[in-house]
């Protein structure tokens, strides 16, 4: 079955450090997702991303995120300056299309800012 | 502010026994209904979906769905201790096809 890379899957930073999340998704699922689950919490919808802009994105995520796919494979998070209130684990998930609604997760990445 | 509502359970039965975990939902227009399983430290897993009131049978498990009440179930038939793991509900934004909404999910132990 087709699956959802996600690296690294364990990131250990200092507050007000950046950090680079990376997903690679199915190859030809149009729909990109960043979620993130803090520990014993929901799973939070932080942004949707289609033909490379943002089509959607929650209230957490503000200024200090950004995502982008930069060379066509690879789709990124990234918090410029990390706050304690950050550490989670960070999932990205890909769709096929609007059309199609299952998620494929990927592993995640378990974030602790210290 | 949509919501979707799950007992964190943890829910504990036997093994062979039926589990029956529960969820609600804000958004009475909501169309598309899911049930994720999730292992403890892995990304959930997809398991379920439905759409229409009444039952849809998938094997061991069994998605309920009742509109009018804004409510979903899961049944899971024959527990097995590999069944043990939170259970995700999820529903689709009617407004937005693009967001899913989650509960805080519920806890099963199946013990052997």
Redesign the interface.
Known sequence: EPEVTQTPSHQVTQMGQEVILRCVPISNHL?FYW?RQILG?????LV?F?NNEI??KSEIFDDQFSVERPDGSNFTLKIRSTKLEDSAMY?CATRLS?GD???F????TQLSVL | QKEVEQNSGPLSVPEGAIASLNCTYSDRGSQ?F?WYRQYSG?????IM?IYSNGDKEDGRFTAQLNKASQYVSLLIRDSQPSDSATY?C?V?DIH??????????TKLNVKP
């Open positions: 729909y979620y919490q929901k799973v939070e919808f949707s289609y089509s959607e999932f609007l609604e299952k998620l997760f990927g592993s995640g | 598309s899911f892995k990304s959930p897993e997809l979906s995700l999820a689709l937005n096809f693009n967001k899913f909404y989650f509960g805080s999910g």
